[in-house]
């Protein structure tokens, strides 16, 4: 097994070249080989220009590279990373998730990645395990855990901005939202509350009040860019909601109508937070 600590744990004294070669002089490899595995490592981490250089001369990108090149030259059966790129900001971040994820494929071995950044969770894995206080909530490829969280702490913690999630009470199966009413699946009948989950892109602008799913007063906009993080509270009711709208127009105190389709409701037993559907 491989090691990649968090803190890069680099020797000081050591030239990058010297702290990938450690493990092999250990292992007493022949010097042509140690240089070749050395040399292939670099290359592939854009590294060779920087093997004569110390730690101290090193940006933290290089220094975590360094770290990963370590690890990558005992051809391990497998990967252990501890948030390897949490001491970095965020553009180094990008730039060395792009880099692990191509050299990931490259090695075709196990890789076990811990991190608390669902980014990269969702971005290197093929498979994700989500875990709260020790235990284990859903184990699944990072599409299913998107699209289907299996209970109320995945849907809140997986997708950013994170998923609205609404306890609304039940009549004859139809959940209202204040004057608005919203169908349970066949799946989900005889309750008198639900935790309704509907994630802020999924919440789009209705062409007229008359189509609308529900209507909103924004009272907060957040720029993001391409879009605006709107929140918005829900007419004739106490709830509040927020949508992903386009950041061509000033949404600030304007009355929204939006639209929500059933299909892109999650349902949550707001007892227990398993998902129902």
């Known amino acids: 097994m491989a090691m990649v600590f968090q803190s890069y744990a680099l020797y000081p004294h050591m030239t990058a070249a010297e702290n990938i070669a450690t493990a092999?002089?250990?292992?007493?490899?022949?010097?042509?080989?140690?240089?070749?595995?050395?040399?292939?490592?670099?290359?592939?981490?854009?590294?060779?220009?920087?093997?004569?250089?110390?730690?101290?001369?090193?940006?933290?990108?290089?220094?975590q590279r360094v770290a990963l090149a370590r690890a990558l030259v005992r051809d391990p059966e497998v990967f252990l990373l501890d948030e390897p790129l949490s001491n970095l900001d965020a553009l180094l971040r990008e730039q060395v998730r792009a880099q692990m994820k191509q050299l990931f494929k490259e090695q075709n071995k196990p890789v076990v990645y811990v991190t608390h950044d669902q980014t990269e969770a969702m971005t290197l894995s093929t498979k994700v395990a989500v875990l709260n206080q020790g235990m284990i909530q859903q184990l699944d490829p990072p599409s299913r855990i998107y699209s289907h969280p299996a209970n109320e702490f995945v849907a809140s913690f997986v997708g950013s901005p994170q998923m609205n999630l609404l306890t609304l009470k039940c009549e004859e199966n139809t959940v209202f939202i204040g004057k608005y009413c919203f169908e349970l699946p066949n799946t989900v009948s005889d309750r008198t509350q639900i935790l309704l989950g509907i994630r802020p892109e999924d919440v789009c602008l209705a062409n007229s009040e008359a189509e609308a799913s529900i209507i909103g007063q924004a009272y907060l906009v957040e720029q993001l860019g391409k879009d605006n993080l709107v929140s918005l509270k829900i007419q004739d009711s106490a709830k509040t909601i927020r949508a992903l709208l386009p950041s061509d127009r000033d949404w600030q105190d304007q009355t929204i109508p939006l639209t929500i389709q059933p299909s892109k409701i999650h349902w949550f037993d707001p007892e227990t937070g398993d998902r129902l559907d």
Not at 30 to 49: C, F, G, M, Q, Y
């Open 24 to 63: 092999l002089k250990i292992r007493k490899m022949p010097e042509a080989e140690i240089k070749r595995r050395v040399n292939e490592a670099a290359h592939k981490l854009e590294l060779t220009s920087l093997l004569n250089r110390k730690p101290g001369q090193m940006s933290g990108g290089q220094r």
